[in-house]
Every structure is written in C-alpha cells, then in structure tokens.
C-alpha cells in the first residue's frame, strides 16, 4: 500500500506540514506539545537521534519508513533545543506546558481568593512561565545569568502588583453586591498574567535585543546577526502569550457561573473542584496549540527590511531566524 503524502515525502529539519497556513502550523505545533513525548525514555530518545544522524549521512537502514522518520524528528524537536542542542528541562518543553501548567492556573482561577493566595499563584505562574520561555527561547547567543534573573524579577513583581492592585479596587468598589464581585474577581487573571506574560518575555529575552539573534539563508547557513529580526521574534512571541491566557482566564470562569447554578452541584458542592479543574485542563490544552500556531517557529523576513550589512552579504530575498516558542 502505497504511504499517505503526508508521509512520502521526509525532509530533515523542516515541519511536517505547510507552515505557510495556520492549520499547518497548528498540526505541527500539536505534534511539538503531544504530552505523550514526555514519557520517552532516554534509550527511544537516542535511536531517533540516530536514525536521523543516518537519514543525514544517506546510512539510514533499508524498510524505514518516513512516518518511522516523521515520528522521530517530533520526538527530538519536542525535548531538544534547536539552537542549543540539549535536552530541555521535562516541566519547561512545551509538551510540558499543559500537564506542568494546569494546576496553577486552576489555583489562579479559584474563587475568594486572598492577597496571599493571589501574591503566591500569580508568582508561581511567573517562575514557570519565566523558565519556559527562557528554556525555549532563540538560543544562538549566549544569555547571562544576572539577565535571567532580572526579568524573572521584573515579571513576576508586575503580575504580582497588577493582580494585587486589580483585587483591591473590586474590595473597594462598595457599590458592587458580593455575588458580582466575586465573578468580576474571577477575570482579574486575566489583565494580570497578560500583562505579566509581555513583560516576561521581554524582560527574558531582552538579551536579544542588544545582540541580535542570527539570520539563516535558504541553506541554513548563518548570513549574520540581526537585532531587528530578534525585535520581531520577541514582538511575535509576546503576542502569542497575550492571546494564550485570553480563553484559558476567560471561558472558565464564565462555563463555571453557569455549572455552578445547577441543582447536583448545589447539593455536591465536592464535585465543584474536579469539574473547575478539567474545564482549566480542556480550555488550556485548546488554546496553546491555536496561540503558539498565530506564527512558525522558523519565520521568515524580507532581507530589505534587515541591516544594510545583512542585505550586502547575501543574495537571498528572505531570511530565516528561530522565533522562538
């Protein structure tokens, strides 16, 4: 039988599908989040290693297929750095994101919550949303320590002040009843970790705006390095992280105002937990695969739109960086 066309045609380093169209892309990036790549053990990581070393080298042993090559380059690309070359940390790969994820934005998106609770699952939030972006961040330029730790800082103080802030004007609003301010406080997430997110990818990725990240030719080659292609890169994965909390903060609270109404959860209040935690998991495992898909990971500039001394050296009209995820 002959092999779907998906599968045909295998290409070493390019995505599997048409990265041209956001449903392209959202396959793709469904493939790179698959939580199940979390559970490959170190000797599966190895043999797929090795059988695309021996697809690059033209060794590769007779009867493999290309789903068998497909499947191997989604098992590498989802736990090693493209730029680095290393295993990234399990929690912080974006097939982690969900699993590793959920639990705090269930704790974020609990009712009455306190100052204290607020100040620790806004921070919480932050360290991970911080260690993921630095562990996926473009990694063709060394990033100090001292700059990792100063937008940890900066993020997580203005997710903390905004959340903190928002939660003592609805206090205050002596006009609102209890049951509407309890639902407006539901939404203060939102604002908070939107507004955070921005700051922490800037803030932790800032390094690339003073160095520059390198742009590729249609060979793969290294032309140069270019800080406005990292702006881009940045400016792209910032509004990604904007649109990711928008239905994950909001579609819960508003699914939950309406299950809480119903008469078996008003005599099984136990249930309230589990339900609010499965709608959390369901409504973020939608919605990282629709944000991080608004763009591909390896974008492409017109070389006009680069450094004079960019555009000199070389004759291509486009270039690739790594965005970053």
């Not at 060794?59 to 068998?68: E, I």
């Not at 991080?292 to 050296?313: D, H, K, W």
């Amino acid at each position: 039988m002959a092999e779907s066309a998906a599968c045909s045609a295998f290409q070493l380093g390019r995505p599997r599908y048409d990265q041209t169209s956001f449903l392209g892309r959202l396959r793709h990036f469904v493939d790179i989040i698959d939580p199940s790549t979390l559970f490959v053990s170190e000797k599966k990581l190895k043999e797929c290693i090795k059988l695309l070393d021996d697809y690059k080298h033209g060794t590769l042993p007779p009867g493999v297929s290309a789903d068998q090559l497909w499947e191997a380059q989604k098992i590498k690309q989802a736990i090693i750095h493209p730029d680095t070359g290393e295993k990234i940390f399990m929690p912080f790969r974006m097939s982690g994101y969900v699993p590793f994820g959920t639990p705090i934005v269930i704790g974020l998106l609990l009712p009455n919550q306190t100052v204290m609770s607020t100040i620790i699952w806004q921070w919480l939030n932050q360290s991970h949303n911080a260690c993921v972006n630095y562990a996926n961040r473009n990694a063709t330029k060394p990033t100090p320590t001292s700059k990792f730790l100063q937008g940890y800082v900066g993020a997580v103080t203005s997710a903390v002040s905004i959340a903190v802030g928002l939660n003592m004007l609805i206090q205050k609003a002596n006009k609102l009843s209890p049951s509407t301010r309890m639902i407006i406080q539901r939404f203060v997430p939102f604002p908070a970790v939107a507004s955070a997110n921005i700051c922490n990818v800037a803030l932790m990725r800032h390094n690339e705006l003073s160095e520059g990240i390198d742009v590729l030719d249609h060979t793969g080659s290294v032309v140069g390095s270019s800080k406005i292609a990292a702006r881009h890169a940045i400016m792209e994965t910032a509004f990604t992280r904007v649109v990711l909390p928008m239905p994950i903060f909001v579609l819960p609270p508003i699914i939950m105002s309406y299950i809480e109404r119903l008469r078996f959860l008003q005599r099984n209040r136990r249930f309230l937990l589990p339900i609010h935690s499965l709608v959390c998991l369901v409504t973020f495992g939608l919605s990282l695969p629709v944000a991080i898909s608004l763009f591909p990971q390896m974008s492409q500039i017109e070389v006009s739109r680069l450094e004079p001394e960019i555009a000199m050296a070389t004759d291509c009209r486009l270039l690739t960086y790594n965005k970053g995820l």
